[in-house]
Each structure stands twice: as structure tokens, then as C-alpha cells.
Nanobody, 115 residues
Framework: QVQLVESGGGLVQPGGSLRLSCAAS????????MGWYRQAPGKQRELVAT???????NYEDSVKGRFTISRDNAKNMVDLQMNSLKPEDTAVYLC?????????WGKGTLVTVSS
């Protein structure tokens, strides 16, 4: 059984920073990609950032230059450093891991950007 646990969400003022972490555990092999998605109230889930084996990354346009994704292959962890946060970044952020032909999702962590 595979489990993903996110942490690091919370309330932050506009312009502030947060760092999200996701730890994957259980019977998980051959991780291909690790990433972060977000879902704001009333909106569809959208990709924020992905990091592939070998370190290739891609970002949603609105977060480029502000967010940085990184992973620790030995620990099966993926982090998302979020800087210069804006109110429109407010959402539930979910971790996704693609491994062995399957996709696994965490339950999400809430990020609220507000003054």
C-alpha cells in the first residue's frame, strides 16, 4: 500500500513564502515523476510543477520564477518552495507520484494567501 503525506501548508501574507513537502511510503517502485497540483474553490485541479527522474522540471506559467520543485530520490520525497505568494495561489495543494504505471495522490494541504 502506498501512502503520500503532505505537510507545510498554512496561512501566509501576500509576498511571503512557504515550503511544502510530500513523503511517499509503502510498496512503491520505479518512480517516474513527482509533482504538485492545486485546486482552488470552484476551480478545476491544475498542475503546478512536476519533476521527472533525472531532474527535468516543468512549471505552470503563473508560478514560473516564484516556485521551485525539488526531490530527494533516496527518501522518496518531493518539495515545493513557494516564494512571492499571491492571493490567487490560495488552494489545496496535492502531491502526485507516478510509479510503476500508476498514479498516487496525497490528501492535500491547504495554502491560504491573505492579509
Amino acid at each position: 500500500q502506498v501512502q503520500l503525506v503532505e505537510s507545510g501548508g498554512g496561512l501566509v501574507q501576500p509576498g511571503g513564502s512557504l515550503r511544502l513537502s510530500c513523503a511517499a511510503s509503502g510498496n512503491i517502485f520505479s518512480i517516474y515523476a513527482m509533482g504538485w497540483y492545486r485546486q482552488a474553490p470552484g476551480k478545476q485541479r491544475e498542475l503546478v510543477a512536476t519533476i521527472y527522474t533525472g531532474g527535468i522540471t516543468n512549471y505552470e506559467d503563473s508560478v514560473k520564477g516564484r516556485f521551485t520543485i525539488s526531490r530527494d530520490n533516496a527518501k522518496n520525497m518531493v518539495d515545493l518552495q513557494m516564494n512571492s505568494l499571491k492571493p490567487e495561489d490560495t488552494a489545496v495543494y496535492l502531491c502526485k507520484v507516478s510509479a510503476g504505471g500508476k498514479n498516487y495522490w496525497g490528501k492535500g494541504t491547504l495554502v491560504t494567501v491573505s492579509s
